[in-house]
Structure formats: structure tokens, C-alpha cells
């Protein structure tokens, strides 16, 4: 029900999974937030609960432990980081965005994934661009 109410009000949750285990607070119910439509981003709490701030790792962490899409990750690194802070022109590869991009860690790769799911690795090459759905667009 609060997941519901956070969705229509059109504000963000910023999820620190690495924290949470470090802090035992229990783990959140990823999967459900995503498939929510709440605008969903990834961050880390600070470096009294983490290791490093590297918020890509927030995400190996997720794929390793929960088997989260790569698909979900990375937009929750990306346009959905960039909503939640406001950024509009950022957290897209495409015309007329910002040119800000890293690099990320293989576990994250479509390619990856795709072979780990029995898939050739051509489907890496004929996989269509990735874009949010209209949810979580602002």
C-alpha cells in the first residue's frame, strides 16, 4: 500500500542494498519496488555502512544476490538516478543527451546475462536499445 501511495505521489526511493546488510535491517523487497512503476534508483548511505560509495557495486550486489535483471539495474543507474535527482538530459545514450557515461562491471552486461540464461551471444547484438517505460519517465 505505501508503495502505492509513493508511486502517485511521483516521488523516488533510493535503494542502499549493501548498507541494509551491513546494518542488518533486513533486505527490501526489490523486485516488487521495481515491477511497482515507483521510480526506483540506486545510492549508497556513506562509508559508515558501505566499503566504498561506488553505487555500481549497489547493483553487482543486486544481480549477484537477488538476480536482478541487468535491464533493471542499469536504468535504475542511469534515468532513474537521473530523475530522482531532477537531471533532466542525463542517464541516456541518444541524441541530444549529455555525453556522462561509465563503464560497468561485467556482471551487469546484457551479453552476460545472456549467456548465464542459456542465450547465444548474438542476442547481445541483436538486442534492441534499452528505454524505461513510461512509469518512470519525467
Same mark, same amino acid.
Given at each position: 500500500?505505501?508503495?502505492?501511495?509513493?508511486?502517485?505521489?511521483?516521488?523516488?526511493?533510493?535503494?542502499?542494498?549493501?548498507?541494509?546488510?551491513? %546494518?542488518? #535491517?533486513?533486505? /527490501?523487497?526489490?523486485?516488487? *519496488?521495481?515491477?511497482? =512503476?515507483? @521510480?526506483?534508483?540506486?545510492?549508497?548511505?556513506?562509508?559508515?555502512?558501505?566499503?566504498?560509495?561506488?553505487?555500481?557495486?549497489?547493483?553487482?550486489?543486486?544481480?549477484?544476490?537477488?538476480?536482478?535483471?541487468?535491464?533493471?539495474?542499469?536504468?535504475? %543507474?542511469? #534515468?532513474?538516478? /537521473?530523475?530522482?535527482?531532477? *537531471?533532466?538530459?542525463? =542517464?541516456? @545514450?541518444?541524441?541530444?543527451?549529455?555525453?556522462?557515461?561509465?563503464?560497468?562491471?561485467?556482471?551487469?552486461?546484457?551479453?552476460?546475462?545472456?549467456?548465464?540464461?542459456?542465450?547465444?551471444?548474438?542476442?547481445?547484438?541483436?538486442?534492441?536499445?534499452?528505454?524505461?517505460?513510461?512509469?518512470?519517465?519525467?
Amino acid at each position: 500500500r505505501r508503495v502505492l501511495v509513493r508511486s502517485a505521489s511521483g516521488s523516488a526511493l533510493c535503494l542502499c542494498p549493501r548498507s541494509n546488510e551491513y %546494518l542488518a #535491517v533486513g533486505t /527490501a523487497p526489490v523486485a516488487a *519496488l521495481l515491477e511497482s =512503476g515507483l @521510480l526506483c534508483c540506486l545510492g549508497t548511505d556513506g562509508l559508515s555502512s558501505n566499503t566504498d560509495l561506488d553505487v555500481r557495486q549497489e547493483a553487482v550486489f543486486l544481480r549477484e544476490r537477488l538476480d536482478v535483471a541487468p535491464q533493471a539495474l542499469i536504468r535504475c %543507474l542511469t #534515468v532513474n538516478g /537521473a530523475a530522482a535527482l531532477g *537531471l533532466a538530459g542525463y =542517464g541516456r @545514450l541518444e541524441p541530444g543527451s549529455r555525453a556522462v557515461f561509465s563503464v560497468l562491471p561485467e556482471s551487469l552486461s546484457i551479453r552476460s546475462h545472456a549467456i548465464s540464461a542459456g542465450m547465444s551471444p548474438a542476442f547481445h547484438d541483436s538486442c534492441p536499445s534499452y528505454s524505461p517505460n513510461h512509469q518512470n519517465e519525467q
